[in-house]
């Protein structure tokens, strides 16, 4: 079964740092281009970063530009996003998500999704 386990989200103060963990398994994830995206309560679900499945490539949101940083490690299966100077913005929900070729905004492009972690940031 091709799933993602992702883990690392919780509550943090404005400023403060989490690492989120996307694990894939049932696929390889070296043959997917991978995503982050994040929900917020009562708005859409946007892509806040991606990288190319050699890493080479990375996009990220203006939002979280200079704070956030995506990497992958192919030999352990998982993606990481590092948070930054975490701002109440920033809450929500987190998602990976795979896809063939190259990176894309686009929600409905992505095959595969993990089931989503939660991180608030406040106060």
């Known amino acids: 079964q091709l799933q993602f386990v992702e883990s690392g989200g919780g509550l943090v103060q404005p400023g403060g740092s989490l690492r989120v963990s996307c694990e894939a398994s049932g696929f390889t994830l070296n043959g997917y281009t991978i995503g982050w995206f994040r929900q917020a309560p009562g708005k859409e679900r946007e892509r806040v970063a991606c990288v190319s499945m050699d890493g080479g490539i990375k996009f990220y949101a203006d939002s979280v530009k200079g704070r956030f940083t995506i990497s992958r490690d192919n030999a352990r299966n998982t993606v990481y996003l590092q948070m930054n100077s975490l701002k109440p913005e920033d809450t929500g929900v987190y998602y990976c998500?795979?896809?063939?070729?190259?990176?894309?905004?686009?929600?409905?492009?992505?095959?595969?999704w993990g089931q989503g972690i939660q991180v608030t940031v406040s106060s």
């Open positions: 998500a795979a896809r063939q070729f190259v990176c894309t905004r686009q929600v409905t492009s992505y095959y595969y």
